[in-house]
Structure formats: C-alpha cells, structure tokens
C-alpha cells in the first residue's frame, strides 16, 4: 500500500488510550490450542493496522504459515495478559521500548538468537543497544517515533522549545485549541524537561510536582483524545502534541501547518519485535521476523505506516512518490542523539498515572 493507515493506526490509538493501572486491564481473549509442534499458523498479539496486509500475505504464501493476529491498544494491556494465564501461547509481540525492561523483569520475554535473525548488521545502530534494552537481549527494532508538536503558526508564532508550547497554549486565539496525549508520561515528560530534570530518574516527588504546571494549564486543553488530522486541518485544534506520522497526516491536509521537536529534549519511542517467553513456535518466529527485518519488507512497512523502520540507510530506499518523506523521519533538523526513551519504573510510574487523571479531571475533557 503506498498511504498510511487512517487515524486508527496504533499510535493514535496509544495516544486516544484513557488512564489504565500499571496492572491494566486484560485485553483481548486468548490465542487457541498450540499444544506444541509446528502449526501452519503464527500467533502474534500487537497493535491494531500494524503490518502491511500485503506483506503478511506474501509472507503466508512464501512459508505455508499463516500469521494470526490479536490486537491490544496500551502496552498495559500487553503487559497484564503476558502476565497471566490468559498469555500463553503467543508466538511474537510487539512492545515499545518503555515496557521492554518492565516485561523482560518479569521473564516475560524469550532471550533473542541474533544469529536466527541473520545478525543485526542491516539495522540502523541508532536504534540498538539502547538503555532501555542493553546488546538488544530481548527486542529487535521494528519502527519508532518522536514526541513532537504540530501547529499553526499564523495562529500560535513559533515554536522552538517545550516552555514556548506552554506559553503558546494560554495565548488568547490558542487557548481551547490544544491537544495533548492521554499518555501519562508524554503529559508529565515536557514539564520535567522544562525544569532540566530527566523522566528515567525523577522522583516521585518531582513526578507530582508537575501538577504545579499541569494542572494550571489544563484549562487551555481542548482534548487529551487521539490524534485527529481534520482537527488540524480545519483549525479547531491548532496546536498539537504529535508523533511525526500524525502531523505529516495534517501537513499533507494543511500545508501551512509546521512540525517541530521541542528542546530541550524530547520521546524517541521504539516499537520492536519480540518474542514472547514459552512460544509455542519458536521456529516459525524466527522465521517470521526474519523475513520482517529484510530490506524490501522494512521499505514496504515504512510506506504502509508513515513510521521508519529500523533498515540502515532507509531514507535513500524509500520510493521517490513518497509525499514529505522527510517528515517520516522527523524533519531535517531532528538530533536523535539528543531525545530519549521513556523506561517504565514501577516504583514512579503510578504518579506519572495519578498526575495525568488530575490534569485531565482539571481541563474538564
């Protein structure tokens, strides 16, 4: 397919996803009998739309194996179904990078055989060895994302900083217009960074502490719901928290519409493939991911969902017809080296939780 998905891709769905426990809420119901051997099929759990059905297709023909796919919208979700019963007899998952070290503490992930992958020599090394996954012992690298904002400047004026997103948000013209993320730590992220402290290590003194500027500001927020394009495209909302596929969807409404990473930092978010601890398959999962990581699939996904996967050197593969292609990859001006990944701490993250509950009770959304 050659258009990404419509604004039920995972991450609108991540970011329309209401305040979940850490424990979360079970999601959808078990995969059938694998009572062991090798099936013709592959049970994944992942996001909703997050394979190109053209490439699952070429991928069942080529190996006699169907994939079978149950969807989640919240790594919560994810989380608390590996944790159970119900969890058993998944093949693949899909986790993002803040939950990885929270799933792998609960050897809820197999170690992964570089060498059944074919090695990790094609992937971008950016995106390896992060913190949140040391020598990438139980997550691969599917895509990722940025933690950005879209707006309109001849409403908002510019924006280069997260202080400037707040100030932008309480101008008369703005105000009432903006939307956030119902995700706890990309609401909490931008008012530490602010004040120069790091998420991975705040206190949950600092975490609450937020609210000093959260809360205040609230009033000014529109919606905390997924990401709408028309929404921007039409002006209702005008200034933005979005990941990068999300604002190109605007862009391309509204061409008068900028992106921008704010500094002083920033998310960069990592979905990866992983597989789950006790697969019932774990040959057809190696093999499925394996033909995953190959360069025409990875170009082919990259099209299909307007996020880049982890091929190195991608930006040069991608088809010339692509519209803003540098958008998918954040822009010309994005330092990677300089964002960071939010990495789930069980001892912080219920206040990370707590303060968004009170900033969205406060906006009245």
Not at 62 to 67: A, C, D, R
Not at 75 to 93: E, W
Not at 225 to 240: E, R
Not at 243 to 269: G, H, Y
């Amino acid at each position: 397919m050659t258009s990404a998905p419509s604004s039920i891709s995972r991450r609108a769905l991540l970011a329309g996803a209401g305040g979940i426990s850490l424990l979360g809420l079970l999601a959808a119901c078990a995969p059938g009998g694998r009572a062991g051997g090798t099936t013709d099929e592959l049970n994944i759990y992942s996001w909703p739309d997050y394979f190109s059905k053209d490439d699952l297709a070429a991928f069942a023909k080529k190996s006699g194996v169907t994939p079978k796919i149950a969807t989640y919208t919240d790594n919560n979700a994810l989380f608390t179904k590996l944790n159970s019963a119900a969890g058993a007899g998944y093949d693949v998952v899909v986790p993002s990078s803040s939950w990885i070290r929270q799933l792998s503490d609960h050897k809820l992930l197999e170690e992964l055989d570089h060498d059944r992958l074919g090695g990790l020599d094609g992937l971008d090394p950016s995106l390896l060895d992060r913190e949140y996954d040391k020598g990438n012992t139980y997550s691969i690298p599917k895509d990722w994302g940025l933690l950005g904002v879209v707006y309109d400047p001849a409403v908002v004026g510019d924006i280069a900083t997260w202080q400037d997103f707040f100030d932008a948000g309480a101008k008369s013209g703005v105000s009432g217009r903006v939307r956030m993320t119902s995700a706890a730590e990309e609401t909490v992220g931008p008012a530490l960074w602010v004040q120069g402290k790091d998420w991975n290590t705040a206190s949950q003194a600092e975490v609450s502490g937020t609210l000093d500027l959260l809360e205040p500001f609230a009033k000014h927020v529109k919606t905390f719901a997924g990401f709408d394009a028309n929404d921007l495209a039409s002006g209702a909302i005008v200034l933005a928290q979005a990941n990068q596929a999300a604002a190109r969807n605007a862009i391309q409404l509204n061409p008068r519409l900028k992106w921008v990473v704010p500094s002083p930092t920033s998310e960069l978010w990592v979905d990866s493939f992983s597989i789950a601890k006790g697969a019932p398959d774990l040959d057809r999962a190696y093999e499925f991911l394996r033909y995953q990581l190959t360069p025409k699939v990875q170009v082919n996904e990259t099209v299909y969902l307007g996020y880049p996967a982890s091929l190195q050197g991608l930006k040069d593969k991608l088809p010339s017809k692509v519209e803003n292609a540098e958008l998918i990859f954040g822009g010309a001006d994005v330092d990677l080296d300089g964002l960071t990944s939010f990495v789930v701490d069980p001892d912080t993250f219920p206040a990370f939780q707590d303060v968004q509950e009170k900033v969205q009770a406060a906006s009245g959304s």
